[in-house]
């Protein structure tokens, strides 16, 4: 019965997303059917296939061995703060767990590998590899298809730097496009962080959240072509020689070491960045929760953001597959990330009582928070993309808002995809 309300839901979704377009007599129906049934096979290929799935487990092998890493590092540095061993007798159990000092410093470590991985020219086949079947599956132009699956592997802003000499000349929809698969999508840097968070309660958490960049894809894709429909025959290109150079001379690296010394500036910087946010979104959150306290309470609780964020967001999550009784817990989860950021959706999710959510529901939901889409990343987007291509600026800020309903849409329906294979 929940797999059926899932499939119901995979319709709902596109249908709400089709009411949201620009132009839907543009709309090409059998253009959509396609994304959708890529979007369905890559999920079945990725999740069904034992042979896949077992090198897909084979990640959390990997990033067992990073995290380890990591904590080496943060121990070493920090001491027992960092995850060394306590000088006392641990009296409360998960007390001597520091985000700061023990999963945070994953980020750097993740952003030196990324750096050498592309340094090495390891990664550049494996995105030239899906930007060639995204033109061949899907008919979207070389460069939104290189970007689109740099997003794979990179954030928002760092993926757009493959095809930065093609920004210019996108039609509105590849411009689009491109800003939806940022939002669609999370960096690898942070991957393992999250990774890190649920492995205690979702099994294979790593695989998964792989496995739903690379799904995010043709999905982003889907929603993207439906919400603004190409009305041009042009193509956008995408053959760069060399993305990191090609793109953006600031990003040549020299040699390993330059790449290690460029990687670990680029993380501590992100590093400082996520600290940040987190201060301050979780302060303000406490101040309107504050806030809305005052006013009487509703069925025996206090109103606060995440109940009023909850019960908007609950059809999304019933839509999604979820039990009623457990769509609005979920519901919460969901606005806080679309209206803080994923990482704190991810650790209030790791923080749930174990009754909260069904192991199915986890599931659905690691896929369906795992986005950029919320207004924080907005800012670094239009901020990003309106340096790289400033005489698109005002047609970037036009988007911005449309891309975080793309991309909020485009993650809820890999969840529902999700929910009809779990």
């Known amino acids: 019965m929940l797999r059926l309300q899932s499939a119901l839901g995979i319709f709902a979704l596109l249908l709400i997303a089709f009411t949201l377009a620009e132009n839907r007599r543009a709309v090409s129906l059998r253009q959509a059917a396609i994304g959708l049934a890529a979007t369905f096979v890559t999920a079945v290929v990725l999740l069904k296939l034992p042979i896949v799935a077992h090198a897909f487990g084979t990640i959390n092998d990997a990033v067992g061995a990073i995290s380890a890493a990591s904590r080496a590092g943060s121990a070493f540095v920090f001491g027992y703060i960092g995850g060394g061993p306590l000088p006392f007798d641990l009296k409360v159990p998960g007390a001597d767990f520091i985000l700061a000092f023990q999963a945070l410093p994953i980020v750097l470590v993740m952003s030196v590998l990324t750096t050498l991985l592309f340094y090495w020219h390891v ?35 760092e993926a757009p730097l493959f095809v930065r000499p093609y920004l210019a000349q996108m039609t509105r929809s590849e411009l689009f496009l491109v800003m939806t698969g940022g939002m669609a999508g999370i960096a690898g840097t942070v991957l393992v962080l999250y990774a890190t968070l649920l492995a205690p309660l979702i099994p294979d958490a790593a695989a998964h959240f792989v496995i739903a960049s690379v799904l995010g894809a043709p999905a982003a894709i889907l929603v993207s072509l439906i919400m603004v429909p190409e009305i041009s025959d042009k193509r956008t290109g995408g053959a760069l020689e060399d993305p990191w150079v090609a793109s953006d001379p600031g990003m040549n690296v020299s040699g390993t070491m330059d790449a290690i010394v460029k990687g670990t500036t680029a993380g501590l910087e992100l590093l400082l960045n996520i600290v940040a946010m987190l201060l301050v979104l979780v302060a303000l959150v406490y101040l309107v929760n504050a806030v809305l306290g005052l006013l009487p309470s509703i069925g025996g609780a ?3 953001l995440q109940r009023l964020l909850g019960l908007v967001m609950a059809p999304v999550c019933w839509l999604m597959g979820l039990p009623w009784d457990q769509a609005i817990t979920a519901g919460s989860l969901m ?25 199915r529901s ?7 928070m795992c986005g950029f889409a919320n207004f924080a990343s907005l800012g670094i987007m239009i901020g990003g993309l309106g340096v790289m291509a400033p005489e698109r600026r005002q047609e970037i800020n036009a988007l911005g808002l449309k891309s975080i309903v793309s991309g909020t849409l485009t993650t809820c329906l890999m969840g529902a995809v999700v929910g009809v294979l779990a």
């Open 123 to 157: 990664l550049p086949p494996i995105v030239r590899g899906m930007a060639w079947l995204l033109e061949r599956t899907l008919g979207v132009g070389g460069a939104v298809g290189l970007s689109t699956a740099a997003n794979i592997f990179l954030g928002m802003v």
């Open 302 to 304: 206090a109103i606060s």
């Open 335 to 359: 606005g806080t990330k679309t209206v803080l950021n994923e990482l704190i959706a991810y650790v209030d999710l790791s923080k749930l009582p174990p009754d909260a959510l069904d192991p």
């Open 362 to 368: 986890r599931l659905i939901m690691l896929y369906a």
